[in-house]
């Protein structure tokens, strides 16, 4: 059996999904320590002036915090920056309208988010929007060395350019404002699922013959 260990991640980039689509058996780690820079609490997307990082701001003032206690930072208005920003960059593209409605309400609220619970929903509208059929499950205990599974963990690097170990999904599709950019690797599932909506599990079965 094929089992992966994935991080928590916010609206996940693509690869991470195809990864996920491969295998029997998908893990995700809910009981490591919180990791700064990295897709457990930001993702990437492409708008008119190029890619773009929205990070969720975290609150904690501890060197340590397990990633299922950390909790968002509200006095920012991350939830309004983030919606205002992924509407402005996917607004036109072809699938937006048919997709938003599920991801729209988790941005509405005021309220302080538990980071990892916040990306679960997520993920789990990802799962039923692709149509994937992922069993997701949650580690219990942190494991060092994982025992029979394949640890996916640090798989994919949220700051600075990809390095060689990083995961990258590259097939190429359309994408929104071709004319100002080249084609852009390695962004969140919700560029390939707005652009190509149902068609998108056939780019992820496809990039993983």
Known sequence: MNSILLNTAYFPPIAWFQ???LADEIWIEKQENYIK???RNRCKILGAHGVQDLSIPVQHNQSKIRINELISDESQAWKRIHWQAIQSAYGKSPYFIHYAWRFE???KSKEVVNIYSFNLGLIQELNKALKLGLNLNETETY???PMNKNNLRNAFIAKGNPNQEELIFEKKYYQ????KHEFVANLSILDLLFHQGPDAVLFLKEQGK
């Open 19 to 21: 990864q996920a689509l």
């Open 37 to 39: 820079q990295t897709y």
């Open 105 to 107: 309400p988790y941005f």
């Open 143 to 145: 494991e060092h060395l």
């Open 176 to 179: 929104s404002f071709p004319d």
